[in-house]
């Protein structure tokens, strides 16, 4: 199985990086491509694959390729490669926005496509990637998609219609929990605690959390009250947060973060 890569990005690499380390394939059968060469060269040096400057060389040389540009730079991608993509060929974009209708119209047929949105966590292994298969993608690729993309972290089919609400709950809410834990930090500090440790205490604080949410079963609601002791002092932050608006803003961002995406 060879694997390539159109776009040397964070996302890409991370992905990159994943296949690597869990011995899916050997850096020998994995290419690259990218216009800018100081960072191909960047990702060539880092993970010892092929790299490129000439898209449709990654596109011949790949039995699966993942289109991992942004969304403004799609369409001139799919006009230079659309006739190097083979019939049976499987390509996986994690391209924002970009529907698989979208896809089929710009390539002029319906190709293999598996529509994906991964998020940054992917840099460590930690990635929510969500995943739709198009027409004609056959079980073995579709296993073969999946394996891949859970070299980085954790995988869902979705269906297509829940595409937005995927970039707003995962794709780009690593910016809001990173803002929580700056806020948070800031007020560590503000109350005397060094920055370092401030920061360590609150990625910790939201890690556990997140853990705990994730393994033992029970409703976030009832996870909170478990923190929440009559008049004391974590209900007394909860009131504030009640107060303040804070479930009410982060379910308008991503409102407007999903609507946005409907756009692109």
């Known amino acids: 199985m060879r694997i390539g890569f159109i776009g040397t990005g964070n996302m890409a690499s991370a992905i990159i990086g994943g296949i690597l380390e869990k011995g899916i394939v050997s850096a020998d059968n994995i290419i690259s491509s990218d216009k800018n060469e100081p960072q191909r060269k960047a990702v060539e040096e880092k993970y010892h694959i ?7 060389e990654a596109v011949r040389e ?78 073995a690729q579709k296993d073969d998609a999946l394996k891949l993309l859970a070299a980085c972290g954790q995988v869902e089919v979705v269906g297509e219609n829940l595409m937005d609400a995927v970039v707003a709950v995962s794709g780009s809410s690593p910016a809001y929990v990173f803002m929580l834990i700056e806020a948070m930090a800031d007020a560590a500090v503000s109350e005397g605690m060094p920055r370092a440790q401030a920061y360590k205490f609150a990625s910790q604080a939201v890690l556990g ?7 033992l079963g029970k409703h ?44 692109l």
């Open 62 to 139: 790949s039995d699966i390729l993942f289109l991992c540009v942004k969304p403004q730079m799609i369409a001139d991608v799919v006009n230079e490669i659309s006739g190097e993509v083979k019939d049976d060929q499987l390509l996986i974009s994690i391209v924002a926005g970009k529907s698989l209708d979208w896809y089929y119209e710009a390539f002029g047929r319906n190709i293999r496509l598996i529509r994906t949105m991964p998020n940054t966590p992917a840099l460590v292994g930690e990635a929510m990637i969500a995943a739709v298969i198009g027409k004609g993608v056959s079980d």
């Open 50 to 56: 092929h790299t490129t400057g000439d898209n449709c």
């Open 209 to 215: 959390s997140a853990k705990m949410a994730l393994t």
């Open 220 to 263: 976030p609601g009832e996870l909170k009250d478990m923190v929440c002791s009559p008049a004391g002092t974590t209900i007394e932050a909860v009131r504030v947060l009640e107060n303040l608006g804070f479930r009410s803003s982060i379910i308008e961002a991503m409102k407007a973060c999903a609507e946005v995406n409907r756009n």
